[in-house]
């Protein structure tokens, strides 16, 4: 008997249920990654990721090879592919992670038809991707088929038993006689942020042990401040599967104390986009919550949004996000969060611009969590103060108080101590000459302007 895994989003050994029964249903299985045309074609093949996932085939393919296995790796059409190398392999079945966007339910879809037409079954787990599948708890009574508000998924999700985490298996065998094509490089990937991440279970495994070890005690209270680098820098390999969710949690739970609960509640935010996306994939392009916004397009916003993706829009902590994502395809989330707002709402230009050009540079990039959180700060997701306008002044003064954040990734303002660093355009005429850094684009008095005139009713 011979199985075929179909990995995806889910490039790991440890903790992967569709591996354990593909192992237990038959003696030989083919783990299978197929460099899917339909997205490399498209805008979802940035470079940044396309370089991660490089460490990612490259670590997977090295950890089977020390079980007595490796990688294939095919590219084309998926379900081609597959429906392929089943032939060619004999196998019965396919094992392969759920998937929660339109594209995923699409392509299983596509792939159980192909298969059963060939007389072979397909098997789709859950709980790979994330901890909880979407679904799996509803909002009691009110025949809603997904929660639209985080904290009550927060309270069901964590009254729900997970499975426990499963250890990565000792041997793999895989039949000798399948060709693969040569895995990708990442030095072959161009145009990368030079401080990009390593990808790859290795390195997530090493990462999620230090980060329990030392990290996670002071999350809590640091997961704010932007220069403290005080977050677990996980997401990326939670976005490729590298580090298993449930893992994720189990190990958050047995370290403990409030910054574990903190972290752990992060990790629900995962799960509670991911069950919005999946019982509304159409959300990925259209607003969760029509707002009627006459967001601003025309040459002066095209000027606008190209100061704000060049981190020159004189607002110092936008710019030293904007800077931060350029230069590491990473960005901190009280970063995104600021950043997002002052496109979205201070700007008035529409999410989606903002949202492309997150993915264009983002390592953990990611239909789910970069959509509807885009959404949630742009007002027309499950924000239940959709009005609310992050100040980004005053967002500066609070969680970068020192300025170390904005020294760090706006030289030009090195050598302004905080709090004027944040307000840089006060200072008095000659002083204010010494630094080439740009006027606000925008007076934050106009911005607000600009959103309420746009967004009718919105009075935050
Ligand atoms: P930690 O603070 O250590 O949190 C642990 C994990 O919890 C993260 O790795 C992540 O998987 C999850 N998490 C944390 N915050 C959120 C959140 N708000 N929503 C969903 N999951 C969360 N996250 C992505 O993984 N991919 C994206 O494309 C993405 N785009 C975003 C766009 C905007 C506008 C905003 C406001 C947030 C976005 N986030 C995204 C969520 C969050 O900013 C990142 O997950 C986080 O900054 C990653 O850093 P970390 O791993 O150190 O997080």
Redesign the pocket.
């Known amino acids: 008997n011979t199985a075929v895994v179909l990995y995806t989003s889910d490039l790991r050994l440890h903790d992967h249920p569709p591996l354990r029964a593909a192992l237990s249903s038959g003696d030989q299985v083919v783990p299978l990654f197929v460099r899917d045309r339909v997205i490399e074609d498209s805008a979802f093949a940035a470079p940044n990721r396309l370089a991660f996932l490089a460490d990612c085939l490259a670590d997977l393919d090295a950890a089977l090879r020390d079980r007595g296995g490796r990688l294939l790796l095919r590219s084309g059409d998926v379900v081609a592919e597959v429906c392929a190398l089943v032939q060619e392999a004999d196998a019965d079945e396919v094992h392969m992670a759920a998937g929660v966007s339109g594209y995923a339910h699409a392509r299983e879809e596509r792939l159980r038809e192909a298969l059963e037409a060939q007389g072979r079954r397909l098997y789709v787990h859950d709980t790979v991707v994330t901890a909880v599948a979407p679904g799996a708890v509803l909002p009691s009574g009110s025949g809603a088929d997904h929660f639209a508000v985080f904290t009550p998924y927060l309270r069901r999700w964590t009254e729900l038993p997970l499975r426990p985490a499963e250890p990565a298996p000792r041997a793999v065998r895989v039949p000798e006689d399948l060709g693969s094509e040569p895995l990708p490089r990442r030095s072959a990937v161009t145009g990368t942020s030079p401080g990009l991440a390593r990808g790859g279970e290795t390195e997530a495994r090493r990462l999620l042990t230090n980060w329990l070890r030392s990290g996670i005690t002071r999350y809590e209270d640091t997961?704010d401040d932007l220069a403290g680098d005080a977050?677990?820098?996980?997401?990326p390999h939670?976005?490729f599967g590298t580090l298993s969710p449930t893992e994720a949690v189990h190990r958050a739970r047995a370290a403990g104390g409030p910054g574990a609960e903190a972290?752990v509640r992060?990790?629900c935010?995962?799960d509670f986009?991911h069950q919005v996306l999946a019982a509304r994939p159409e959300t990925a392009a259209e607003d969760y919550r029509a707002r009627q916004d006459r967001w601003r397009t025309g040459p002066d916003a095209e000027e606008e949004i190209q100061a704000w993706k060049d981190g020159r829009t004189g607002y110092p902590v936008v710019d030293a996000a904007m800077r931060q994502l350029r230069h590491e395809g990473w960005m901190?989330?009280r970063g995104?969060?600021l950043a997002?707002s002052f496109l979205a709402k201070t700007l008035y230009v529409d999410w989606r611009t903002g949202a492309r050009h997150?993915m264009d540079l983002?390592v953990?990039?990611?239909v789910a969590?970069?959509q509807l959180?885009?959404q949630w700060?742009a007002g027309t997701g499950t924000d239940t103060r959709p009005n609310r306008v992050l100040n980004p002044v005053r967002q500066g003064l609070r969680y970068d108080p020192e300025g170390r954040y904005v020294h760090r990734w706006v030289p030009e303002l090195a050598g302004l101590p905080a709090p004027r660093v944040h307000e840089p355009w006060r200072l008095p005429g000659l002083e204010r000459a010494r630094f080439d850094y740009p006027d606000p684009v925008v007076d934050l008095a106009d911005g607000l302007g600009r959103f309420r005139e746009g967004r009718p009713g919105a009075v935050s």
Do not use: E, I, M
């Open positions: 997961h977050t677990s820098k996980l997401s939670l976005h972290f992060q990790l935010w995962r986009h901190h989330n995104r969060l997002a997150f983002l953990d990039g990611d969590n970069n959180n885009w700060v």
